[in-house]
């Protein structure tokens, strides 16, 4: 699937003149590597900021110290200003974002191991949802990787 999606992805990103980036956490740039995996991705894709700790999210791409105090790394908010802070920082159009427990550790209660956030800033929008995979650490990253890309190829059709 992955390899029809980033072609699709590059295309419409070149018909449209936008450029991209991620923000990632626990995927710990999966996306970014698989972006570039294509030839030609350098004509649509920026870069990316592997933000695995709270302070690079904060120095980085912005995100709201009090949204993590709120609401944990792992939340909607934070998610969503990674998105945004990723094309500000980088200067581009569109913007995806990760933040996620892919286990075997750290899970709880309310956040259990497979929660992931992902956020999409795309030309001036910002969106956001909730997932819950199953499986290890790679499953977990494997889904993530796979949903995000599927999500942004849909929203870029819309837009």
């Known amino acids: 699937m992955i390899e ?6 590059g295309k419409i990103l070149v018909e449209k003149g936008w450029t991209m ?22 004509a649509w894709f ?19 110290e009090q949204d993590i105090i709120d609401h944990g790394a ?9 998105a945004e802070g990723v094309c500000k920082t980088l200067n581009v159009e569109v913007g995806v974002s990760l933040s996620g427990i892919a286990g075997p550790t750290g899970g709880t209660p309310d956040k259990p191991v497979g929660t992931v956030w ?15 995979f199953s499986g290890d650490r790679k499953s977990v990253k494997d ?12 929203l870029l059709k819309e837009s």
Not at 74 to 82: I, L, Q
Not at 143 to 154: I, R
């Open 21 to 42: 980036s991620t923000a990632e956490s626990c995927t710990g740039g999966l996306v970014a590597a698989t972006l570039t995996d294509f030839s030609g991705s350098s």
């Open 118 to 132: 992902m956020g999409w800033h795309v030309n001036g929008k910002t969106y956001a949802e909730k997932f819950l």
């Open 46 to 64: 920026s870069g990316a900021v592997v933000a695995y700790s709270n302070e690079v999210k904060m120095s980085q791409l912005h995100v709201p």
């Open 143 to 154: 889904q993530s990787l796979q949903t995000v890309l599927e999500k942004l190829h849909q």
């Open 74 to 82: 792992v939340s909607e908010p934070v998610v969503r200003a990674m």
């Open 4 to 9: 029809s999606i980033v072609p699709s992805i």
